[in-house]
C-alpha cells in the first residue's frame, strides 16, 4: 500500500515539475515576439495548417480502425 501511494506521488510531483518548467520556459521565451504582423500571420496559418493535417490523420485513422477502405 505504502509503495503504491509512493508511486503515486512520485508520478504526480514529475507531472507538476514538468508543468512548472514549461512555465518558466514560456515565460522566459522570447519566441514570437521578434515577429512582425507578417510573421505573425503566417505562424497561425502554419499552424492551422498543421492541426488540419492532424484532424484528417485522425480521420483516416479511426476509417481504418473500424475496417474503412481509406
Known sequence: ML????????????AASDVAVLFIL???SEFGRELNDEGKA???MWREQRL???RGLAV?????GKGGSN
Open 3 to 14: 509503495k503504491k501511494f509512493a508511486q503515486w506521488l512520485m508520478e504526480h510531483a514529475k
Open 26 to 28: 514560456r515565460g522566459t
Open 42 to 44: 503566417e505562424q497561425v
Open 52 to 54: 488540419r493535417n492532424l
Open 60 to 64: 483516416k485513422s479511426l476509417r481504418r
